[in-house]
């Protein structure tokens, strides 16, 4: 029997109870939301478990709500079940004071760059990653570039007259 | 039997008047049996006619420069014809396209791997000034990191574009002073890029 969304959220309150909340299906695909410290419970029982079988990891991103005190950062997991060919994704947030997330590391070896990657441009600092360092901006890069604190040019820029590109100036 | 080639079946004469351009000599004073002219002016011709490129193509500028290179606009009647793919050997660097904050250093070590006398051309808008990549991970143009002679515009500059900026440069080439590259003004240029 092919494994379906109701049976992976079953499944799951089962095993967690209420920690596991906002579930939706965007799409047909089963997303929902745990508490931060869960995150590699949660990643360990889906890859352990003889029926959900989570054992590949798609991607790893992050996203910034700079509005939503509390947990700016979502860390987002994105999970395929090869056997039956499922997919399902989940998200933990943090507060931007204290990024600070468990490493998938341990687990699944292709979360080293993709923990990069999100340390580069988010700056969530994953705990017990093996080399957290910039991957793909430049190393003495000061800030994180993707969080929505920082206007889309280059301040840096001089040459750039704000009256001929139509940002403020005089008309 | 060897078969003579002819292309026509009526042989015409040879139509070369006004096809092949000469450089002109540098102005001096010819006498009987010798011309004399300032050293400069000899050096000058001999390089500008004979800049050997180099070639740093990362996007859609180097598809325009191919197109220079090649047979229709053809870069070579301008002494060019010979790409160096070492920096070590060639005069012109031609940057053509986005250069990345993390491309710079790079590019710089390139610059630095020429030998003097060098020139620089900034091809299109990218190299010039970052171009529409106004973001974090843009050099907002190469004159930040190494000094340019010339600026093509353009996005991408057409090759006639890239042909005229390398004319510039061969007017530079033929102008400058042999000692130009030993004065002061030069090596305060040089130091305020970091480079010795």
């Given at each position: 029997?092919?494994?379906?969304?109701?049976?992976?959220?079953?499944?799951?309150?089962?095993?967690?109870?209420?920690?596991?909340?906002?579930?939706?299906?965007?799409?047909?695909?089963?997303?929902?939301?745990?508490?931060?410290?869960?995150?590699?419970?949660?990643?360990?029982?889906?890859?352990?478990?003889?029926?959900?079988?989570?054992?590949?990891?798609?991607?790893l991103?992050?996203?910034?709500?700079?509005?939503?005190?509390?947990?700016?950062?979502?860390?987002?997991?994105?999970?395929?079940?090869?056997?039956?060919?499922?997919?399902?994704?989940?998200?933990?947030?943090?507060?931007?004071?204290?990024?600070?997330?468990?490493?998938?590391t341990?687990?699944y070896e292709c979360a080293n760059w993709m923990e990069r990657e999100t340390y580069d441009?988010?700056?969530?600092?994953?705990?017990?990653h093996?080399n957290l360092k910039?991957i793909l901006?430049?190393?003495?890069?000061?800030?994180?570039?993707?969080?929505?604190?920082?206007?889309?040019?280059?301040?840096?820029?001089?040459?750039?007259?704000?009256?001929?590109?139509?940002?403020?100036?005089?008309? | 039997?060897?078969?003579?080639?002819?292309?026509?079946?009526?042989?015409?004469?040879?139509?070369?008047?006004?096809?092949?351009?000469?450089?002109?000599?540098?102005?001096?004073?010819?006498?009987?049996?010798?011309?004399?002219?300032?050293?400069?002016?000899?050096?000058?011709?001999?390089?500008?006619?004979?800049?050997?490129?180099?070639?740093?193509?990362?996007?859609?500028?180097?598809?325009?420069?191919?197109?220079?290179?090649?047979?229709?606009?053809?870069?070579?009647?301008?002494?060019?014809?010979?790409?160096?793919?070492?920096?070590?050997?060639?005069?012109?660097?031609?940057?053509?396209?986005?250069?990345?904050?993390?491309?710079?250093?790079?590019?710089?070590?390139?610059?630095?791997?020429?030998?003097?006398?060098?020139?620089?051309?900034?091809?299109?808008?990218?190299?010039?000034?970052?171009?529409?990549?106004?973001?974090?991970?843009?050099?907002?143009?190469?004159?930040?990191?190494?000094?340019?002679?010339?600026?093509?515009?353009?996005?991408?500059?057409?090759?006639?574009?890239?042909?005229?900026?390398?004319?510039?440069?061969?007017?530079?080439?033929?102008?400058?002073?042999?000692?130009?590259?030993?004065?002061?003004?030069?090596?305060?240029?040089?130091?305020?890029?970091?480079?010795?």
């Amino acid at each position: 029997m092919a494994l379906t969304n109701e049976r992976i959220r079953e499944r799951l309150t089962e095993k967690f109870g209420e920690s596991v909340t906002a579930f939706s299906e965007p799409f047909g695909m089963l997303t929902f939301e745990v508490p931060k410290e869960m995150n590699l419970k949660l990643l360990q029982f889906l890859y352990d478990d003889d029926e959900l079988k989570f054992r590949f990891l798609t991607d790893l991103q992050a996203v910034h709500y700079p509005d939503d005190k509390g947990r700016e950062l979502a860390v987002v997991y994105h999970l395929h079940n090869f056997t039956d060919n499922v997919r399902i994704r989940f998200k933990i947030f943090t507060g931007i004071e204290n990024p600070d997330v468990f490493t998938a590391t341990r687990l699944y070896e292709c979360a080293n760059w993709m923990e990069r990657e999100t340390y580069d441009f988010f700056g969530v600092n994953f705990v017990g990653h093996p080399n957290l360092k910039r991957i793909l901006n430049v190393e003495e890069m000061d800030y994180f570039p993707l969080r929505k604190e920082y206007p889309m040019e280059d301040q840096t820029r001089i040459d750039k007259d704000d009256e001929m590109f139509g940002r403020g100036g005089t008309f | 039997m060897a078969r003579p080639v002819r292309f026509n079946i009526t042989p015409k004469p040879r139509d070369a008047q006004g096809h092949i351009s000469m450089a002109n000599a540098p102005d001096g004073y010819t006498g009987e049996g010798f011309f004399t002219t300032k050293l400069s002016e000899v050096v000058g011709l001999a390089r500008k006619n004979s800049l050997w490129p180099l070639p740093f193509a990362t996007s859609c500028c180097g598809i325009e420069f191919m197109a220079t290179m090649g047979a229709h606009y053809d870069l070579g009647r301008f002494g060019s014809e010979r790409m160096g793919f070492s920096p070590r050997q060639c005069d012109m660097l031609l940057v053509m396209g986005t250069i990345a904050k993390k491309m710079a250093p790079i590019l710089r070590q390139v610059y630095i791997q020429m030998s003097e006398p060098r020139w620089v051309v900034a091809v299109g808008a990218c190299a010039s000034s970052g171009g529409i990549f106004d973001s974090y991970s843009v050099l907002q143009g190469i004159d930040q990191v190494i000094p340019v002679d010339v600026y093509v515009p353009g996005c991408p500059p057409r090759p006639e574009a890239i042909l005229d900026g390398i004319m510039a440069v061969q007017d530079l080439v033929g102008k400058e002073s042999i000692r130009r590259r030993n004065s002061d003004r030069y090596q305060q240029l040089m130091l305020s890029y970091g480079i010795q």
